[in-house]
């Protein structure tokens, strides 16, 4: 059965996609304060260009995809020269500071992540049909060192269960994320024309600092 993420890239239906850095990712990014230099983490990230934001702001970046055209035209934006390797069963390109690991997230071990110090969820989350749900946030804790600061998208609106993107509300995302994560609402965005409304979320890493 056609994976309906992969095949949404196929068909070029990525209304998602936007053409522009994430005015939230720009406003609440650096209220998380994360270090300078710190690796992050943004799992399901398509050909974002939040990704650009973060590693010209210094950070490295680790993007996991499953859909190959979405790296490629990520890719495509910039002329600069790509390094491409195999890396436990990921398809691997490289461009600058930022590595896109192609593949299934739920794949991707501690091992790999061993660098992450943060992470970015803007369309994973909200991606994923509910019987997944809890899986991703468990997965993501696992590769989160404690300490860990991350900021999360959400998206509520009134199509029922279709997606994705999923509607998926509050009190969800706090059921998921709390079991391992501190979890902060930041903001909730003003409904657009379709009744989509964005929150935004502070999220850190349960467990003790080493």
Known sequence: MENPWRQRWQEGRIGFHLEETHPALVKHWPELGVAD???????LCGKSLDMRWLADRGHPVLGIELAPEAIEQFLA?????????????????RQGSIELWCGDFFHLHIQQAAEVGAFYDRASLIALPPATRERYAFHLAQLTPPGAKGLLVGLTHGDGEAGPPFSVPDDEIERLMTPNFHVELLARLEA????????????ERRGPRV
């Open 192 to 203: 657009d024309a379709r009744g989509r409304s964005e929150s935004l979320w502070a999220l």
């Open 77 to 93: 934006q910039r002329r600069s020269g790509v390094s491409r390797y195999t890396q436990a069963g990921f398809e691997v390109s």
């Open 37 to 43: 230099g710190t690796k992050v983490l943004v799992p």
